[in-house]
């Protein structure tokens, strides 16, 4: 079993910033890819960024250039830095990972979400 835990959600001006933090922990082997989504009210959940275990990232349009993810390997653990945010950025973060889990008897991919946190963002 792998749990995500995030946290860094609320409240906040147009303008402002926001840091979300995601950390995975259980019988976690490796993590391959951690990534942020979003969905707002209405929408389809879209990837906000994403990063692999070697470091490469990804983001979505909307977002490059306001928004950096990083991570910490070490704590199996990712960061998600939003800066100017805007009120179209107003919708429930999830934080998703993807990799390997295990113990002495089984392998097994995994890919799961956390619960997703609210960011709310007024003009």
């Known amino acids: 079993q792998v749990q995500l835990v995030e946290s860094g959600g609320g409240l906040l001006q147009a303008g402002g910033s926001l840091r979300l933090s995601c950390a995975a922990s259980g019988s976690i082997l490796s993590i391959d890819a951690m990534g942020w989504y979003r969905q707002a009210p209405g929408k389809r959940r879209e990837l906000v960024a994403a990063?692999?275990?070697?470091?490469?990232?990804n983001y979505a349009d909307s977002v490059r250039g306001r928004v950096t993810i990083s991570r910490d390997a070490a704590k199996n653990t990712v960061y998600l830095q939003m800066n100017s945010l805007k009120p179209e950025d107003t919708a429930v973060y999830y934080c998703?990972?993807?990799?390997?889990?295990?113990?002495?008897?089984?392998?097994?991919?995994?890919?799961?979400w956390g619960q997703g946190t609210q960011v709310t963002v007024s003009s």
């Open positions: 998703n990972a993807q990799g390997v889990s295990g113990a002495s008897d089984y392998v097994l991919p995994f890919n799961y």
């Open positions: 990063i692999t275990r070697h470091g490469s990232t």
